[in-house]
């Protein structure tokens, strides 16, 4: 990947989306095909501060998306076979790890219209938990990009209303 | 019209016709309703203990990514590529590409404050006024830490 490394942080998106770049993304949550939403069953489960602190990591994400936002040192750009993938990185009580998984949702007007999003999105696809010191396996990592490969199937997206 | 929280959200759902240069109608899509994220968030904020959580969240977030920010500013400023800013930090320019692109979680603070210094700049630990910590409704131990030029 070339560096962009001259100059101001470049905007967000592709060009001729300006009215856009003016308004926050959206937050959207993604919905299997038996309809129960593997995140919203994530938080619903984690002690109510944890939910607060996802909450106003999404939020400033979506406020200020990729790479503008920095990640306030929570969020993070994933690597290897997790490429193009970002999750919140959270520690929750008993130093128990709390993870969200999330894709990016841009593109042309046409392109997010076909995906009936009205504007970019951070599609919030599921969660997990783990114990301090300990790491998900390839399994579990493969469980997370089959929700992403199922949600990026879906024109229109399949997401919790 | 439902109403979470206090506030009335607009829930729609509305159909978008892209026309193409011939006049032809390309795509037709039904906009989908984006705002759950929004409602579920204005439901929970009536928690007095979940809204403490998530203003003090944001205000981490917000002061963590200002301070990077205002680095990466400085740097763009002076003319300075992330690669030759890495080098008289002596770090990999990929650790610094890192801190300004959201790809690492954890800013080190040796690695911000050598990045300060670099750029002719310092870090400073600012207490908030007694009316500003009341403002925030901090807990006493609220510190603003600033890169400053």
């Keep these: ?161 | 019209m439902p109403s979470d929280g206090g506030v009335l959200h607009r829930r729609y759902s509305y159909r978008v016709t892209c026309v193409t240069l011939r006049g032809e109608a390309a795509v037709t899509s039904q906009m989908l309703d984006v705002s759950l994220h929004e409602r579920r968030r204005d439901r929970r904020m009536q928690d007095p203990q979940y809204r403490a959580a998530y203003e003090q969240a944001a205000r981490e977030l917000a002061q963590t990514d200002a301070v990077i920010q205002q680095l990466d500013s400085l740097r763009a400023d002076m003319g300075i590529s992330k690669a030759e800013l890495a080098r008289r930090v002596n770090r990999n320019a990929s650790s610094v590409r890192r801190l300004f692109t959201a790809s690492q979680v954890r800013p080190e603070l040796p690695l911000i404050a050598a990045l300060a210094d670099a750029l002719g700049a310092e870090l400073r630990v600012i207490p908030l006024t007694a009316e500003a910590r009341r403002a925030t409704r901090a807990h006493g131990r609220h510190r603003r830490v600033a890169a400053t030029g």
């Excluded at chain 1, 938080?43 to 109510?48: A, E, F, K, N």
């Excluded at chain 1, 994400?61 to 936002?69: D, G, K, S, T």
């Excluded at chain 1, 959270?90 to 969200?100: A, I, S, V, Y």
Aim: some cysteine.
């Design chain 1, 1 to 161: 990947m070339p560096p962009r490394d001259r100059g101001q942080r470049r905007p967000h998106g592709p060009p001729g989306q300006d009215a856009n770049e003016q308004l926050p993304w959206a937050i959207v949550y993604y919905k299997t095909p038996d309809g129960t939403v593997p995140v919203l069953e994530f938080l619903d489960d984690c002690p109510g501060t944890v939910d607060a602190q996802f909450t106003a990591v999404l939020d400033a994400v979506a406020a200020a998306p990729p790479p503008r936002f920095s990640g306030g040192g929570k969020w993070e750009a994933m690597h290897g076979t997790m490429g193009g993938w970002y999750e919140i990185r959270l520690t929750g009580p008993g130093r128990e790890q709390l993870r969200l998984f999330c894709l990016l949702e841009n593109g042309t007007s046409d392109e997010l219209a076909k995906r009936g999003l009205p504007r970019p999105a951070i599609a919030v696809i599921t969660g997990m938990r783990k114990p301090w010191r300990t790491v998900f396996s390839e399994r579990d990592y493969q469980r997370v990009r089959e929700l992403g490969r199922e949600h990026q199937q879906n024109y229109p997206r399949r997401i919790a209303t």
